[in-house]
């Protein structure tokens, strides 16, 4: 399968990885990066923002539900969320809404950028008893009596 290109038909494993937008049954919306699922369609996001209309729209919506609507009217509450978990009860759709880049499939290392050096760990060789050495010859603190 080629990254950005999503079979119409498709398992729920080729979307890990991917943006997907989850519609929930009580008409809140969470875009979010797919982490996992399980049997019971639970499903993990990360990066996750939530979409929630809000309580006077809601009100609005119940009133005038067979006219037409004024979209000027509908509000949406947006709140960001990180690690979210879910329910597969809740869940009503999953849509793919964007590929997952080419950053995010690779790990990589959290270092502030600046002038830091990494120094490798240094291994213990075989020493005699009263010898406090290292690999680097670099001679360990000794604790006072």
Known sequence: MVLGRVPKNTRLETLIGFKVKVTTNNTST???SLKSYDKFMNLVLTECEEFRLTKKSKKYL???KNEEVDEG???????????????????????AEAAPNSKSLKPQLRIKKGKVSI????????????????????KKPTTRK
């Open 119 to 138: 120094n490798p760990l240094k291994r213990k060789i075989a020493c005699e008893e009263g010898d406090n050495k290292t690999n680097s010859g670099v």
């Open 73 to 95: 009217k509908i509000r949406e509450q947006k709140r960001f969320l990180g690690l979210v978990l879910v329910r597969g009860e809740n869940v009503v759709s999953v849509v």
């Open 62 to 64: 119940g009133q005038t």
């Open 30 to 32: 969470f875009i979010g």
